[in-house]
């Protein structure tokens, strides 16, 4: 038996977009590892299909997996989708985060957490009242912002099901 030092919790249920409904619009700092500037949502899908992962903050364990998970599998390779993150880290910690950890995909930046909100997948930090941040959370988004896959985390830490979401790429 691993013993972990953290517990496991459970996470009140989500109230996500669901595959079918047209996924929130939105204005955030896109960062590269380069610079950033706002852009909307709205660019990123007319150029095609977008997968929106939301992580926690920079740094935390759960991120650090995921967007490693992600560049293993490298699916921008095999498939038409631009995949991009969502985080509640400032620009600056997240153009170092992108640079430091060779993160292939450029981040939204919401610091105010409003992104997770609308979209119904904001986690309260235990200890840190009025503290929020994204629950791990996946939409694969079609050209018009329909949902056409959607999971958000049940509990924490959670990480994305990528055998799952693969499979909801190959029926793209």
């Given at each position: 038996m691993?013993?972990?030092?953290?517990?496991?919790?459970?996470?009140?249920?989500?109230?996500?977009?669901?595959?079918?409904?047209?996924?929130?619009?939105?204005?955030?700092?896109?960062?590269?590892?380069?610079?950033?500037?706002?852009?909307?949502?709205?660019?990123?899908?007319?150029?095609?299909?977008?997968?929106?992962?939301?992580?926690?903050?920079?740094g935390a364990f759960p991120a650090t997996y995921t967007w490693n998970e992600l560049r293993e599998r490298d699916w921008e390779a095999d498939h038409d989708v631009s995949i991009v993150g969502v985080t509640i880290s400032d620009p600056y910690d997240t153009t170092e985060t992108i640079r430091d950890r060779g993160i292939d995909y450029p981040i939204f930046s919401d610091p105010q957490n409003g992104v997770a909100e609308a979209y119904g997948v904001v986690h309260d930090l235990d200890g840190m009242t009025g503290v929020t941040e994204p629950r791990p959370s996946v939409f694969l988004l079609d050209e018009e912002r329909t949902v056409e896959y959607a999971w958000a985390a049940s509990e924490w830490p959670d990480f994305p099901p990528y055998d799952e979401i693969a499979g909801a790429l190959d029926e793209q």
């Open positions: 691993v013993d972990l030092d953290f517990d496991v919790v459970d996470l009140p249920e989500a109230d996500h977009p669901e595959v079918g409904d047209t996924a929130p619009a939105f204005t955030r700092p896109l960062v590269t590892d380069e610079f950033w500037e706002d852009r909307s949502l709205d660019d990123l899908t007319e150029e095609g299909p977008v997968l929106l992962v939301f992580t926690t903050m920079n």
